[in-house]
Nanobody, 125 residues
Framework: QVQLVESGGGLVQAGGSLRLSCATS????????MGWFRQAPGKEREFVAA???????RYADSVKGRFTISRDNAKNAVYLQMNSLEPEDTAVYCC???????????????????WGPGTQVTVSS
């Protein structure tokens, strides 16, 4: 079982920045595919960013150029640096993990069997 816990959410003004962290319990973290997803009130969960075991990354078009996903295998952690935040970025952000390469695409939630509880990000206008 892989356990994940997010931190770093909060309230920020539009144009500001936040850095989310996701700590994992897995002993083979370096082999995990990791993703960030978000869900706003009344909306479906959506893909934000993903990072492969190799370190290659993928982003949703809505956050490309503003958000950066990274990982620290020594700390069993993945991060999401969010800059130029907009009110539309307000959501609960969850990190997700899969041991190895996902069977489905990186953009799909079903590719990740392990999820954290999420952290709230609120961007005020």
């Amino acid at each position: 079982q892989v356990q994940l816990v997010e931190s770093g959410g909060g309230l920020v003004q539009a144009g500001g920045s936040l850095r989310l962290s996701c700590a994992t319990s897995g002993r083979t973290f370096s082999s995990y595919s990791m993703g960030w997803f978000r869900q706003a009130p009344g909306k479906e969960r959506e893909f934000v960013a993903a990072i492969r075991p190799s370190g290659s990354t993928r982003y949703a078009d809505s956050v490309k150029g503003r958000f950066t996903i990274s990982r620290d295998n020594a700390k069993n952690a993945v991060y999401l640096q969010m800059n130029s935040l907009e009110p539309e970025d307000t959501a609960v952000y969850c990190c997700a993990a899969n041991r190895g390469e996902p069977y489905y695409s990186y953009y799909e939630a079903r590719s990740y069997p392990y999820w954290g509880p999420g952290t709230q990000v609120t961007v005020s206008s």
